[in-house]
């Protein structure tokens, strides 16, 4: 067991840190008395989202309006607005705990179309309302590479345009979806009332470090520098490959893809890049959290029984036809146990030394402080400063049953 070492520089007291950026008189003069307006809830879970919200919720009503959370999600949750709005509330964020209602609902509006002419959709509430604050995380998205990829931009596009808004955004493909992604959000733009944006970003512990608030004419100026410092401080292993990746668990309120293939390197599309090198993925579980969906489990090449009698087609399908990414939800060879699952991996490399497998195990790619390496790793990690080893090797214990019992 190791530790790798990152900057710990998360916001102490993220409230009072919000609220300061949010006092300025320019921002509050776009808020009159008596407005609805609209806050997004993303199908993430982000840190400290559900204490964002809330505070947003009390600077809006402070101004008179009357604030609303709509869930910003595209066509996770099953593509159904129970699904969404039981997305939401399984991260926290509810009616009682955000101080104001949720309203959550599929139906959109079309405002306009692509110079293609795929028409770009929005979800009606947010069309209907007087002011839209878009709020959301800043991070490197897990299937293409532009100067937006997961933020402002993309939850105006994909999370506001609901199923059938992220149906047509990703009808061509992410080849395209760095050029289509502005253009489609700035249509969205031009036809809502979006008053500012709230943008966070965590650190490699998971923290919120830092929040920018946007008035509505800077998102689109000032995101793509915010993507290049979120990406410098996206969770990640420090060796650079190994020969089997153990992952203990996966889900959406992980990642988007289930396991960031940021982190892991084995990504759904060719137009992404990253992470660590290896020949064999095992996946030991499915998080509750992630409701059945199995996004990421097809980037594995073993998994468990336990995880395919977990697996919900409803939950995942929808998520895979709305991004035209299939292979994400393939499922790979499935064993009776942990054990199984990992000695199949290890008995199947074809590039590796088996006396010396090098071998990396993860709680799950946001959880990434404390780790497990294998003896082999092990003596190429000796002396570096930004590793501290915890203990040395030892065999990984096994239950009578199979299932690993060295928790991280």
Known sequence: MIRQKFPRDGIEDVAAYLME?????????????????VLTGSSRKIANMPLILREL???????????????????HGGATAEGQREILESYGITEEACRCPIFSSMETVQVGSLSNGDEVRVDRFAYEADAVIVVGRIKAHTAFRGAYESGLVKMMAIGMGKREGADSLH????????????????????????????GTIENEFDQTCRIEVLPAEEIFDKEPELLLFAKSRLPRLLMPETDVLLVREIGKNFSGSGMDPNVTGTFGTPY???????????????????????????????????VFEKLD???TYFNMITSTVLGVGKIPMVLEDDKMALQVAVRTLTKADKNH??????????????????????EQMRGREDIEILEEARPLRFDQKGNLLDLI
Request: aromatic share 8%.
């Open 272 to 306: 992404a890049t990253g992470g660590i090198k290896k020949e064999r993925v095992v996946v030991l579980d499915i998080s509750p959290e992630s409701h059945g969906s199995y996004i990421g489990l097809g980037n594995a090449d073993t998994t468990t029984k336990r």
């Open 357 to 378: 497998v090098r071998m990396v195990y993860i709680k799950n790619t946001l959880s990434l402080e404390t780790i497990m390496i294998s003896e082999t790793l092990l």
């Open 171 to 198: 009808r061509a493909g992410f080849q395209w979806m760095g050029e289509r992604l502005p253009q489609y959000a700035k249509v969205i733009f031009d036809h809502t009332n979006i008053i500012f944006g709230v």
């Open 21 to 37: 950026k949010l006092d300025r008189e320019d921002l509050r003069s776009r808020i009159k008395p008596g407005m609805r307006v």
């Open 57 to 75: 919720a009390d600077y809006v009503r402070a101004q008179g309006a009357h604030p609303y959370i709509i869930p910003a999600m595209g066509s």
């Open 313 to 315: 087609t409803n939950a």
